[in-house]
């Protein structure tokens, strides 16, 4: 088999695996956007741009700005919103995720305090990475829902 022949077979297999990845573009598609959905996207160039600013300009900008990711925890059990709220913030701080919002509700069918809300506040007081924190506004939940700010690592 001369050079020549080695050539064309290689370009016929290239042109094969080609059509086969057109004809599956839907699929692959689909799967990539379920991962990214599930995994997030990191931007390390904009983890650079935050580092650049100045400490009251970067908090500015993460009290203003929309939360990374959210996690609604209505109708779990305390324990259960516990499981998920490590998981959430475990793959948040992996993520280089800096601000989160979490939506617990009011408590409005308990009679004491909203049992899902002391469980958020118990679990962002022991938290390692864990920041400053609030209720969100009226319009993003009001005391239904808590922003936290994830602690930068020291560089």
């Known amino acids: 088999m001369n050079f020549g022949d080695i050539l064309d077979q290689w370009e016929r297999g290239r042109s094969t695996a080609a059509q086969k990845k057109?004809?599956?573009h839907n699929e692959a598609s689909g799967?990539?956007?379920t991962w990214l959905h599930s995994n997030g996207i990191f931007d390390k160039d904009a983890v650079l741009v935050t580092r650049t600013?100045?400490?009251g300009e970067?908090?500015?900008?993460?009290?203003?700005?929309?939360?990374?990711d959210i996690l609604d925890i209505h109708g779990l059990t305390s324990d259960k919103?516990?499981?998920?709220?490590?998981?959430?913030?475990?793959?948040a701080k992996s993520c280089?995720?800096?601000?989160?919002?979490?939506i617990h509700g009011k408590g409005n069918h308990t009679q004491d305090d909203a049992v899902l809300?002391?469980?958020v506040r118990d679990f962002i007081e022991q938290c390692p990475f864990a920041g400053e924190s609030?209720?969100?506004?009226?319009?993003?939940?009001?005391?239904?829902?808590?922003?936290?700010?994830?602690?930068?690592?020291?560089?």
């Open 31 to 33: 799967t990539m956007e």
């Open 134 to 155: 609030g209720f969100e506004k009226t319009v993003g939940g009001g005391t239904g829902a808590t922003w936290v700010l994830l602690k930068e690592e020291a560089v």
């Open 96 to 102: 280089g995720f800096e601000k989160l919002r979490i």
């Open 53 to 55: 600013q100045a400490p």
């Open 22 to 24: 057109i004809g599956n």
């Open 58 to 68: 970067n908090r500015r900008r993460l009290l203003n700005g929309k939360p990374d």
């Open 117 to 119: 809300g002391r469980t």
């Open 81 to 91: 919103a516990w499981l998920s709220l490590d998981l959430f913030f475990t793959r």
